[in-house]
Structures are given as C-alpha cells and as structure tokens.
C-alpha cells in the first residue's frame, strides 16, 4: 500500500462511494454537473479522514463541519447552520415557551452589543448596561454572528442560566456575568406626550403584538391631545415583516410599503392599509435601525410623510427563511430582499436621514430635540 494512497479498506470505500456520487451526479446533473470534482473531493477527503486520520474521527462532526463550510462560503452573515439546539429554541420561540433575559441587543459592526435593558428583568438586575458588547454568550465567541442567532443562544427555557462575557466600554478585560432566564413579557410600544401636543412614541422591536401595542398607544395620546408625533426606531433591531407592514401603515399613504424581490426577479408587493394618521412626523434612525425598523423608515421616507432624524441605518434589506434539515438541525437562508416603495435596495447600505444628527456627550439628546423643533415647525406651517 503507497503511504499516502487509500489502501484496501479506503478504497472500498470510496468505491461504494464513488457509485453514490455517480448516483447523486445522474439525479441531481443541474445541480453537480459542473462541479463534481469538487464534490468528489469533499466526498474523498471525509474517506481519508475516515480511513487515514491518525485519531478516531466524528463523522458525525466531519458532516457537521461541511455543511457550516458551505454555508460560510456564502459570505452572508444572516445565513447560518442551526445546530439542533439553536434550532430547538428557536422553535420554542415560535411557539412562545422560552425564557429571556430582557435585553434589547443590535450589532455593532461585527459585535453584538447591548442596546438596552429593562428594568425588573434579569439583564437589568444583573447590571448589564447600555453599550456592553457581549464577546461570548456561554463560552461560545459571537463576533461576527448574525443576530437572530445571537438571541436564540441567549433565550431557552425558564429557570435555566446563561453566562455572558461581556466587555464594558473604558475596561480592559472581559468579565463574565451568570444570569438565569426568565419569563419576559416586555411591551414593544412605549409613548408619552411632550410640550406642544407633540407625541414621544417608541417601538423597540417589532413582534406579533407591536401593531396592537402601537393602536393602543396612539388611541391613549390622541385623547391626550396629539397633534405631531416623534417616532423612535433608534435601536431597534426588527423583527416581523408583516408586523412592520401594519406599523407603517399609521404613517404612509395607501401603496406600498416595501416590496420583496425573490431569486429571479420575482416582486411581491406589501401595502399599507390605507388609515395613515396624516399627522406632522419626524423619525428618529441611528445605526442600530435594522431590518424591519428599515422597512418602516423607508416607506416613510419615500412617501414624504415623514422627515428622518439622526443617523444612517444598518443596512439589513434582505429575508430569511429557516428550514428544516432532517437530524434535528436548520437551515436559515436568505432568500430574499427589501426594496423601499421607490424600489431602492438599502442591504448593506442603509437609509440616510433626511436631517444628519450625531448624537452628543451627556445626557441631553440633542436628535430628540432636533426631531421635536422639526415637528413643532410642520405644526405651526399646517395651522397657518
């Protein structure tokens, strides 16, 4: 036997292989056609490693390590392989029995970092703060991760802890913080009205619930005399498209709100319910407005309803559908993406504001003020 050939045993491996590949190849031509040496040769190294390796190997692993290699080789950072429990709590999510930690994150670049925490849960009791990039969750290094991953390994079951490695911003050293999961019931919508009849309405994310939320907000500051709203997607990471659609349509026109352009050009078109509140309104935007918040930001750019405040956006147009692999695993894949009302494509772009603010040292928030002085001008030219 050469010393570096496959041998007898290896060769009958790779011979019963070799059939497989012939079989996948003949079945699946339009996929493998022009690629099958390459094919070949991942189906061959897994024999040499099998056969050749000097340990004993997890084939199993090996598999395992493949399909995340194809996956990376899209260079996208939404498209992730789920192993088996990501995947599950993932599930659990969808199906509402998880627990949390009552933290809003958002990425910053390539690192996740805390955007906010609120009080009485355990992010909040534990002392995590506002900018705290979180460098590990459970030992696992998360830079670079994409977020709906990132929250996933955060969430699981009530009662269960989860240790956070988290670098403060003016420390040198990471620190670990253990925090056990609760159940979060967190609202969506927050509002209050400021000086001049001008409504303060924040959306952190948007769920299943945010649209209600949101109806029930308005219809609280409508009764106290709204006249101009200031809406807050700083931070705001997203969530569901349709949830965002049924937002937006509190401040557009009729029409769309976003359009999804699939593989082959193929659009599908979002549109707004039609029962805009038509009142002066300026939106605040920073590098933490992703994904949905985007959605709402565009369409109210593009249609003028609006003016935008504060920074450029994140820059996530595009979709993702989660599929199931067969050994309890999952498969989140984009395949679609965003397109404003005016058919822009903002993936990896973002949004520009109408009116560029950088926010300032302290706590003055001069966007807020900026946001409200533009609002209060649009009260004043519709009452003249």
Known sequence: M???????????????LA?????????????????????????????????QYLDKANYDAMVDGAIKGVVESLNDPYSAYLDPVTYKQLQEQIRGSFGGLGVLVGMKGEYLTVARTYSGTPAYTSGLQPGDVIYKIDGREVQ?????????????????????????????????VPITRQEIRVPTVEGKMLNNSIAYILI?????????????????????GMRGIVLDLRNNPGGELKSAVRVASNFVPAGPVVFIEYRGGRLEEHPAAGNSLNLPLAVLVNDGSASAAEIVAGAIKDTGYGVLVGQKTFGK???????ELGN???LKLTTARYLTPNKNDINKKGIEPDVAVEPAAGSTDIQLQKATDIVSRKMRDKAA
């Open 2 to 16: 050469s010393r570096y050939g496959l041998g007898r045993t290896g060769g009958r491996y790779f011979a019963v």
């Open 19 to 51: 059939v497989i590949i012939f079989t996948v190849i003949v079945g699946f031509g339009w996929l493998f056609a022009s690629n099958y040496k390459h094919f070949g040769n991942l189906i061959k190294v897994i024999v040499l490693v099998k056969t």
């Open 144 to 176: 670079g991760i994409d977020l709906e991953t990132a929250v996933q390994l955060m969430r699981g079951p009530v009662g269960t802890q989860v240790t956070l490695t988290l670098i403060r911003p003016n420390t040198k050293e990471p620190f670990d």
């Open 204 to 224: 952190s994310q948007f769920s299943e619930k945010t649209p209600e939320e949101l109806g029930e907000v308005i219809n609280k500051l409508k009764d106290e």
């Open 317 to 323: 147009g595009v979709v993702q559908m989660v599929f």
């Open 328 to 330: 309890g695993a999952g």
